[in-house]
């Protein structure tokens, strides 16, 4: 089945770009507030372990019994937090390309083979390639909501 040409359009000309504003504006703001890259990527490091650690807590004390706004906010909140702390990580493991570019051995073109070698390697290259914000596009009411990290289903909190 090939997508809708109105999809397409929502999702490439509006969401695309209105997605990577945000979080590059999130990157700007996390290079003002966090600072240096070693402390970015520690920090970032820190708090994906503790997400993904602390999963199931956070998934098993959800507010189910609230109001549907009170429990999407939570999913929301919590969405954000994840890919915030994979973002610092993210931003933070630049100390790593600084590194090898201080060599004076290494340019830019010779970090990226090198990486990519090793990642393809790991059998990881393909997951690197994938867009980093993947749309749920189907035919529900909520197609163009990204599906929620909390609950690795619909989008809703399973009942306990």
Excluded at 67 to 93: I, N, P, Q, W
Excluded at 100 to 106: E, F, K, N, Q, S
Excluded at 126 to 147: C, F, G, H, K
Aim: hydrophobic letters at 50%; proline letters at 4%.
């Amino acid at each position: 089945m090939l997508p809708r040409f109105e999809d397409l359009v929502l999702i490439y000309a509006v969401l695309t770009p209105t997605s990577v504003l945000y979080w590059h504006t999130t990157a700007v703001l996390l290079d003002q507030l966090v600072g240096h890259n070693a402390v970015k990527m520690v920090l970032g490091f820190a708090s994906a372990v503790a997400f993904a650690y602390y999963h199931e807590v956070f998934s098993n004390n959800a507010p189910t019994s609230s109001s549907r706004l009170v429990l999407t906010s939570y999913e929301t909140a919590f969405d954000y937090m994840v890919k915030l702390s994979c973002l610092c990580y993210h931003l933070g493991c630049r100390t790593i390309y600084d590194l090898l570019l201080a060599t004076g051995l290494l340019a830019p073109v010779h970090i990226a083979v090198l990486a990519a070698a090793f990642l393809i390697h790991l059998r990881g290259f393909r997951n690197v390639l994938a867009l980093p914000l993947v749309v749920n596009n189907d035919d529900s009411v909520e197609r163009y909501r990204p599906l929620s990290s909390l609950t690795f289903s619909s989008g809703r909190l399973r009942a306990k």
